[in-house]
């Protein structure tokens, strides 16, 4: 079993889209490990992407998490992190393929509907991030 992390992210929350998501994941074969929802502030969102602070997009993005509450979800099922990056699909969802959450979900490229982590070793930082050793127990 693997390991991952994603987020719904504040433009499903406010579309009422997360349960979908939610359950799209779980259809997919994933199980939830720990979930919480959340309102980020400025500082947990320039610290959760301070990877991308030196792109010119930082800023926007720091915005739009802030903008509402997201969910972020730690996920497992064997080869998650590469799966979950399909099932999302392209980040821009003109691009990705149907069926996949962003291609049903996502309304463009800055609001993508959900954040997937990239490779195994974000993906432990990033669950560590929202969630204690207590919380991933079970």
Same mark, same amino acid.
């Given at each position: 079993m693997e390991r991952t992390l994603t987020i719904i992210k504040p433009d499903s929350v406010a579309? @009422? #889209?997360?349960? *979908?998501?939610?359950?799209?994941?779980?259809?997919?074969?994933? /199980?939830v490990v720990a979930m919480r929802r959340l309102?980020? #502030?400025?500082? /947990?969102?320039?610290?959760?992407?301070? &990877?991308? *602070?030196? %792109?010119?997009?930082?800023?926007?993005? &720091?915005a739009f998490m802030t903008?509402?509450?997201?969910? !972020?979800? $730690?996920?497992? %099922?064997?080869?998650? &992190?590469?799966?979950?990056r399909q099932v999302m699909g392209a980040? #821009? !969802?003109e691009e990705a393929e149907g069926g996949t959450i962003r291609k049903l979900y996502a309304t463009n490229v800055e609001r993508n509907a959900i954040h997937g982590s990239d490779s /195994?070793? #974000?993906?432990?930082?990033?669950? $560590?991030?929202?969630? $204690? %050793?207590?919380?991933?127990? @079970?």
């Open positions: 579309a @009422g #889209n997360a349960g *979908k998501i939610l359950a799209h994941l779980e259809a997919e074969g994933f /199980q309102h980020m #502030n400025e500082a /947990q969102a320039r610290a959760f992407y301070e &990877v991308h *602070k030196e %792109r010119p997009f930082y800023d926007d993005l &720091v903008s509402g509450p997201c969910i !972020p979800i $730690a996920l497992e %099922r064997d080869a998650a &992190v590469g799966y979950l980040t #821009n !969802p /195994q070793e #974000n993906a432990a930082i990033e669950t $560590a991030f929202f969630f $204690a %050793r207590a919380d991933l127990l @079970g």
